[in-house]
């Protein structure tokens, strides 16, 4: 009888143990997905401030009244995204060093610069045209970013693998653009920067720990 007692005792033991392992792997589970969401809902944000930078830029070339303020909303925004509460959040917790924060941080300095040259940008300038396909490619490759970013979320079955292709189509139309655009180099340098980056960051792994130190 003790023995069966004692046989008891350690499938319960066990059971309780097993129990813990999947407790510990949930919660695990739950840091990543949101570590996930949050750098994607981070990038979504500057996608969004550049292609509002975009429409600026263009309206500047236009002589549009709207159009500085339009960029004037596209850096606060930017600067919204990067200095929030959310972003302090997750450095206080460790997670400024890693290589995906890194990514992140350097898309938003050079979004910050180019965005600043937009600004320069008036009606008298001499390559008008290759600015307005610069301008394309930036908006094409932010849209086809979030749209990939969106997808690998993994929320809406099967059309999650429709707006993920759809942004890889996208992404590679923004390099076709870049390619083929010649004029107004030194602005093409940055907005190529820009592009890149756009192109690089949704296929970067994330990190399996967010730092957080937070219970989900």
């Known amino acids: 009888m003790r023995f069966v007692m004692r046989l008891v005792l350690c499938f319960s033991l066990l059971s309780l143990t097993a129990c813990e392992f999947d407790r510990h ?15 994607h809902h981070l990038h ?11 429409q600026g830029a ?50 938003a300095d050079k979004a910050s610069l180019l965005i600043e040259a937009m600004k320069a940008i008036s009606t008298k300038s001499e390559d008008k045209n ?5 301008n394309h490619a ?12 969106l997808g690998q979320q993994g929320m809406a079955g099967d059309i999650d693998a429709v707006m993920v ?24 340098l ?3 920067g820009v592009v890149q980056m756009l192109i690089g960051i949704p296929d970067m792994p994330v990190d399996a720990d967010d730092g957080s130190g937070e219970s989900k």
Do not use: C, F, W
């Open 165 to 188: 292709n759809h942004g890889q189509l996208m992404l590679g139309e923004a390099s076709g653009l870049l390619h083929d655009t010649t004029g107004a180099q030194e602005y093409r």
């Open 130 to 134: 290759a600015i307005r396909m610069l």
């Open 190 to 192: 940055l907005v190529s």
């Open 138 to 149: 930036v908006e094409v490759a932010a849209t086809g970013s979030s749209l990939i970013m």
């Open 25 to 39: 792997e949930m919660h695990q589970a739950r840091q990543n997905l949101s570590y996930t969401t949050k750098l």
């Open 44 to 54: 979504m944000l500057m996608n969004h401030s550049l292609q509002m930078a975009t």
């Open 58 to 107: 263009d309206m500047n070339l236009q002589g549009i009244e709207h159009g500085p303020a339009m960029l004037v909303k596209s850096s606060e925004l930017l600067k919204r995204a990067m200095s929030g509460p959310e972003m302090a959040r997750m450095h206080k917790y460790g997670s400024g060093n890693k290589p995906l924060m890194k990514m992140t941080q350097e898309l």
